[in-house]
T-cell receptor, first 111, second 114 residues
Framework: TQLLEQSPQFLSIQEGENLTVYCNSS?????LQWYRQEPGEGPVLLVT?????EVKKLKRLTFQFGDARKDSSLHITAAQPGDTGLYLC???????????FGTGTRLKVLA | DTEVTQTPKHLVMGMTNKKSLKCEQH?????MYWYKQKAKKPPELMFV???????INESVPSRFSPECPNSSLLNLHLHALQPEDSALYLC?????????????FGPGTRLTVL
């Protein structure tokens, strides 16, 4: 079974704190996406990482793809209440057409 | 237009009803997807259409019947559902074939089966 495990599962922090969310697998991925989903809404694409070791920045969010393309991380600097939501990594396992979602990280940022 | 739209937003149906969910995109994407999402869980893939042909069915019960009338539209026909089918149903689209990358999601249909 190909799995994308995210950690932590839940995270509640104060406004202004930094945090990192991890997405790990034993499989190699052709590319990996990160999404944020708010309650009752569909996931919204944040970023795609393709190359091993790639780092992408989106304002206060920094995304990294592992050198072996088996893992990824999302770092948020100075979190704000608007960052609250479910963060999902997802991707296509290399050599397959299988698109799988990570187990999700539920983030709550308190004002 | 970078939106995927879904109707209805909410749907309540009995176990003997027949209803349909609709999804539309005008981004020129050639792959469209149906997902089911239970509370506090990640989306689970149900069906994938690539160039208007059903390419993946993730062993979904026959009470769910997808249809892709054209490259912009995707329907999900529902019949004789069970209460455990209550969930958020998400439609998504992506560019070309089975690349799957960068899926754009609609807001979902919240389905309740009584």
């Amino acid at each position: 079974t190909q799995l994308l495990e995210q950690s932590p599962q839940f995270l509640s922090i104060q406004e202004g704190e930094n945090l990192t969310v991890y997405c790990n697998s034993s499989s190699v991925f052709s590319s990996l996406q990160w999404y944020r989903q708010e309650p009752g809404e569909g996931p919204v694409l944040l970023v795609t990482v393709v190359t091993g070791g790639e780092v992408k920045k989106l304002k206060r969010l920094t995304f990294q793809f592992g050198d072996a393309r088996k893992d990824s991380s999302l770092h948020i600097t100075a979190a704000q209440p608007g960052d609250t939501g479910l963060y999902l990594c997802a991707g296509v396992v290399a050599g397959t057409y299988k698109y799988i979602f990570g187990t999700g990280t539920r983030l709550k940022v308190l004002a | 237009d970078t939106e995927v739209t879904q109707t209805p937003k909410h749907l309540v149906m009995g176990m003997t009803n027949k209803k349909s969910l609709k999804c539309e995109q005008h981004m020129g994407h050639r792959a469209m997807y149906w997902y089911k999402q239970k509370a506090k869980k990640p989306p689970e893939l149900m069906f994938v259409y690539s160039y208007e042909k059903l390419s993946i069915n993730e062993s979904v019960p026959s009470r769910f019947s997808p249809e892709c009338p054209n490259s912009s539209l995707l329907n999900l026909h529902l019949h004789a559902l069970q209460p455990e089918d209550s969930a958020l149903y998400l439609c998504a689209s992506s560019k070309g074939g089975l690349s799957y990358n960068e899926q754009f999601f609609g807001p979902g249909t919240r389905l309740t089966v009584l």
